[in-house]
């Protein structure tokens, strides 16, 4: 007689596993959406995307701790996802949104020097941040991190970008109220030198020595992120509120985060002696 064969039904664990993959599997697809859109030219969707990207980003670490699913495989899966959705999609999004020109068919084909290189420096800058994450910081980030986190200036370049296309969306504020010339951007105006320097700065707090705090902890702090986050989802309008919100508090975190963590260290180490 022929043996049936059973199939082994995966066990709880199995699909625990899964689960979370299936949402970091999310967050990557997110961050190559964000790619696809950018080269379209509808930056709305390309920078929303990279921050949806985060917020999955976020829930899958969060539940693989809770679900105690925690893999070898998720941590390497993770920073592939990192090095795409916070690395190479905000590098397209900075390149279609302020130096490609989507014209003619000949300037559609034509690859700009100055937006080529920012773009290839977020990137490297991203993959080395990330590489020396898994070198140097021996507890991965649960004290604080080495460098600026890659998340920290993607999300940055995506928030001043979605502030400005939600705002100049049909259903936005935009209609009754449009933005100054120089807020756009595009025109080549002050504020997008800012931006230039603002990229290129980032660019190296991320690969240098500075020590990072992690974001704060707090209910009310996590709170107001959540709602802030899922503001971005609902509507142009309640994007614009919460870019309002998230944009200056990346900032602070930018450049005064580093100056506050090491005044920290020092208080604690002087009464603790």
């Known amino acids: 007689m022929r043996k049936i064969l059973h199939i082994k039904k995966p066990s709880m664990q199995a699909n625990k596993v899964v689960c979370v993959n299936a949402i970091t599997s999310g967050a990557l697809l997110c961050g190559l959406m964000s790619i696809l859109y950018s080269a379209a030219g509808n930056f709305y969707w390309g920078a929303l995307l990279i921050l949806g990207a985060m917020i999955l980003d ?6 693989a701790r809770l679900l105690k699913a925690e893999t070898l495989f998720g941590a390497e899966f993770d920073t592939f996802v990192d090095i795409t959705a916070f690395g190479i999609a905000p590098a397209m999004l900075v390149y279609f949104y302020l130096f490609h ?5 000949l300037t559609k084909a034509a690859i700009h020097p100055v937006g080529a290189l920012i773009a290839l420096a977020i990137v490297l800058s991203g993959a080395i941040r990330l590489a020396r994450f898994k070198v140097v910081d021996e507890d991965h980030g649960m004290s604080g991190y080495t460098g600026m986190p890659i998340t920290v200036n993607a999300l940055c370049l995506a928030g001043i970008v979605l502030f400005i296309e939600a705002w100049k969306a049909k259903n936005g504020w935009g209609a009754a109220h449009p933005l100054p010339a120089w807020v756009t951007l595009q025109d080549g105006g002050w504020l997008s030198w800012l931006m230039y320097i603002n990229c290129v700065i980032c660019l190296f707090l991320q690969v240098s020595p500075f020590k990072y705090p992690k974001p704060t902890n707090t209910p009310i702090g996590q709170l107001i992120g959540i709602l802030a986050f899922v503001g971005l989802f609902i ?3 309640t994007a614009v ?4 919100y998230l944009v200056p508090v990346t900032l ?6 580093p100056f506050w963590y090491t005044l920290k260290r020092r208080w604690q180490e002087k009464h603790a002696a």
Do not use: E, Q
């Open 58 to 63: 976020g829930i899958d670490g969060t539940t």
């Open 252 to 257: 602070f975190y930018i450049y005064v985060a």
């Open 101 to 105: 020109d989507f014209g003619t068919a």
């Open 241 to 244: 509120i919460s870019c309002c």
């Open 235 to 237: 509507h142009p309008k």
